[in-house]
């Protein structure tokens, strides 16, 4: 008698090497039971169902959920980098950046999720967050005052050229090459701003330094983007133009 035995899936009895049906139940070799079957055909229906209920759900609903998972993921960082650091140096240190970091991600998930089509909360929400990561990071950092004297100002420079470049993108009527050219404009006033803020806080005097070369790098690529645009009269729409 061969010593290598197989076993029927379906009663468990031993079966010889050289079967094709079980002698008791009757089960072809191979072949997996009802109750696997069953197992199988359950499960994808499961998965199915799970899948079915995520597509009927709402573009506010989708939003909440990842705005939930968010929550979650986040926190549960929070609470493994705070324990380990605890364990490793019995105190607070280096997890108070990951945590501050990790809060002002979770504030402007949360200012995007609730307030999409708000695109001024959106701003001024993501602006307060990140203002107090920075002010934050600095005292955690024996508050040398790089914080407040500059991080905010060049922050605050930037929200208010993305305010700008938002607002006459909104009120152009055609949209085409001219919304890059505003965007490299805003691109080259934005390297003025953290050339002079950077000078102010080291030097104590506003100087234009390097920023002279990003912006006379802008200024004839947007006149040219400019040109092109209205030279073309009724504009080209970028997402065409660009096969998107």
């Not at 920075?134 to 407040?148: A, P, R």
Request: some cysteine.
């Amino acid at each position: 008698m061969n010593s290598e035995m197989n076993y029927c899936n379906k009663c468990g009895v031993e079966l010889d090497v050289n079967m094709n049906f079980c002698p008791l139940c009757g089960l072809s070799i191979g072949e997996k039971s009802g109750a696997d079957e069953l197992s199988t055909s359950q499960q994808k229906l499961e998965k199915d169902k799970i899948i079915d209920d995520f597509e009927k759900l709402t573009k506010a609903q989708r939003r909440k959920l990842f705005w939930e998972l968010s929550n979650i993921i986040l926190f549960s960082g929070i609470l493994v980098t705070v324990t380990l650091n605890l364990f490793l140096n019995k105190s607070i240190t280096w997890s108070s950046y990951s945590t501050v970091a990790s809060l002002a991600v979770l504030a402007n998930i949360s200012v995007f999720t609730f307030w999409r089509h708000r695109m001024l909360i959106i701003v001024l929400g993501s602006l307060v967050s990140t203002s107090l990561l920075l002010i934050l990071l600095d005292l955690f950092s024996t508050n040398v005052g790089w914080g407040i004297k500059l991080g905010i100002p060049i922050l605050l420079s930037f929200y208010i050229l993305l305010l700008l470049v938002i607002w006459l993108i909104r009120i152009s009527k055609q949209r085409g090459f001219n919304i890059l050219a505003i965007i490299f404009l805003a691109i080259g006033l934005f390297s003025i701003c953290v050339d002079g803020f950077v000078s102010l806080y080291f030097v104590h005097q506003f100087q234009i330094r390097w920023s002279i070369i990003v912006v006379t790098s802008m200024i004839p690529i947007s006149v040219l983007l400019f040109y092109v645009h209205y030279r073309l009269k009724k504009g080209v729409d970028l997402r065409r133009f660009f096969h998107i």
